[in-house]
């Protein structure tokens, strides 16, 4: 795909009447995400599995701002929202879990199954159902949020970007759900061909609710710019990439 190593500057201009949808968007990156983008005068539906929850952030942020409730683990759930949402241009997969569990000794294999059924498998689920409505669009895109703790190139070699003790080794379900989540999006990109932009997001340490006690961490608004960046490239943007949330490409 793609061999750019920085995302183009310029974004593309949304068209009026430009409809999103953003997972896991009542509150952290999810929530900024959509927040940015009805900024850009996009319609935003704001899916999250709690409904007072997402209900909450919706009113909060007003008009454009609309509520679907979705359970991106439950495909009975993700088809009654495809059949309410209707037509889409931008699909933003940002709805993860984080199970625990540290290294292949100490990970269940009940917290893997969890990691993978909501980023991986219900990624997959929501893009599916999500498709014929994206193929309409003048401008597809989806934007999968990863993790660059996924990334194999950063957590191999004799430098890896996160050799610490309390990292190295450990994470299993939710690093390597991610991984799948690039994998998944280098294939997509390659099966949907250059008029969708379909690439994943590293967004950087940020202080959301994914890790339980996590106090640390930037913050979301700037690695929600960075999924915005990717939801409104040109036409003549890249595809099939992980891009960190600063615009420059990271390694698979």
Do not use: C
């Amino acid at each position: 795909m793609t061999e750019t190593t920085s995302l183009p500057a310029e974004t593309h201009n949304p068209a009026s009447g430009t409809i999103a949808l953003v997972t896991g968007a009542n509150s952290g990156i999810g929530l900024e995400t959509a927040r940015q983008l009805l900024d850009r005068g996009v319609t935003v539906w704001m899916g999250a599995r709690d409904a007072e929850k997402g209900r909450l952030a919706a009113d909060a942020l007003g008009a454009g701002a609309r509520f679907v409730r979705i359970d991106v683990a439950d495909p009975a759930s993700i088809d009654a929202a495809a059949e309410q949402v209707g037509d889409l241009g931008i699909l933003v997969n940002n709805a993860g879990v984080n199970p625990g569990g540290e290294d292949i000794a100490a990970t269940s294999l009940e917290q893997l199954r969890l990691a993978y059924e909501t980023n991986v498998f219900g990624l997959i689920g929501v893009t599916q159902a999500f498709l014929p409505s994206l193929q309409r669009s003048a401008h597809p895109r989806i934007v999968n949020v990863s993790s660059g703790t996924g990334s194999l190139a950063w957590n191999s070699g004799p430098n890896p970007q996160f050799d610490w003790d309390r990292v190295k080794g450990g994470g299993l379900a939710y690093r390597t759900s991610k991984t799948a989540v690039n994998a998944v999006t280098l294939l997509t990109a390659q099966a949907l061909g250059e008029r969708f932009k379909v690439n994943a997001l590293a967004p950087g340490l940020r202080a959301t609710n994914l890790i339980p006690g996590m106090a640390v961490g930037g913050d979301p608004a700037e690695a929600a710019a960075g999924a915005v960046r990717l939801a409104l490239l040109p036409d003549d943007g890249p595809t099939g990439a992980l891009w960190s949330w600063d615009g420059t490409r990271a390694p698979w």
